[in-house]
């Protein structure tokens, strides 16, 4: 079965560095998400992109953060200076056409920012 | 915020039928049901979907009311691999987002 793939699966960083989190959705989809799960947290929306743009993005999704499909395959979310609460689980997804068909998710990266 | 009321915990004998319950009184024409969950931290694992009648697939039966303000998700031979966090999310077709609840923590036990 078609999965999504994230990595690294844990990083760790310093508060104030850039820090880039990758995804390769399948390959046929053409709808890309990031969400974030702070520990012991909801599931948060963060940003949905179609068409090599940013169909819309929640508050969380500030200047700090990024999103861009750099080739045909990957989806990457870029943090440009991180802060102890970025520290989450994230979880990029896919679907081949938007919400309604249901999204396959990654198994997340683990952001532990000191 | 969600749009969905979930009870916050059940328990289930392994082999037994799960029925989890979501009320969403305040739901949509437009708008569908669908149940995802969550093991231990993986990442959300869709299930199922439904708009108005009751839909089953190889993992589960969706039963939604003829009102359409509550459903029920049906795993008919709960196994100890189906303990997970279930989410129940009201979104519009062609939305861009899913807003996640706290969800039902649903434990299957020996």
């Known amino acids: 079965e078609p999965e999504v793939t994230q990595t690294p699966s844990h990083q760790v960083t310093q508060m104030g560095q850039e820090v880039i989190l990758r995804c390769v959705p399948i390959?046929?989809?053409?709808?890309f998400y990031w969400y974030r799960q702070i520990l012991g947290q909801k599931v948060e929306f963060l940003v949905s992109?179609?068409?090599?743009?940013?169909?819309?993005k929640s508050e969380i999704f500030d200047d700090q953060f990024s999103v861009e499909r750099p080739d045909g395959s990957n989806f990457t979310l870029k943090i440009r200076s991180t802060k102890l609460e970025d520290s989450a689980m994230y979880f990029c997804?896919?679907?081949?056409?938007?919400?309604?068909?249901?999204?396959?998710f990654g198994s997340g990266t683990r952001l532990t920012v000191v | 915020d969600a749009k969905t009321t979930q009870p916050t915990s059940m328990d289930c004998a392994e082999g037994r039928a799960a029925n989890l319950p979501c009320n969403h009184s305040?739901?949509?024409?437009?708008?569908?049901v669908y149940w995802y969950r969550q093991i231990h931290s993986q990442g959300p694992q869709y299930i199922i979907h439904?708009?108005?009648n009751n839909e089953t697939n190889e993992m589960a039966s969706l039963i939604i009311t003829e009102d359409r303000k509550s459903s029920t998700l049906i795993l008919p031979h709960a196994t100890l691999r189906d303990t997970a966090v279930y989410y129940c999310?009201?979104?519009?077709?062609?939305?861009?987002?899913?807003?996640f609840g706290q969800g039902t923590r649903l434990t299957i036990n020996p």
């Open positions: 997804a896919s679907s081949e056409a938007g919400t309604g068909y249901g999204y396959t």
């Open positions: 390959s046929n989809h053409l709808y």
């Open positions: 992109f179609y068409n090599n743009e940013i169909s819309e």
């Open positions: 305040t739901i949509s024409g437009n708008e569908y």
């Open positions: 439904g708009l108005k």
């Open positions: 999310i009201v979104v519009e077709w062609g939305a861009q987002k899913l807003v």
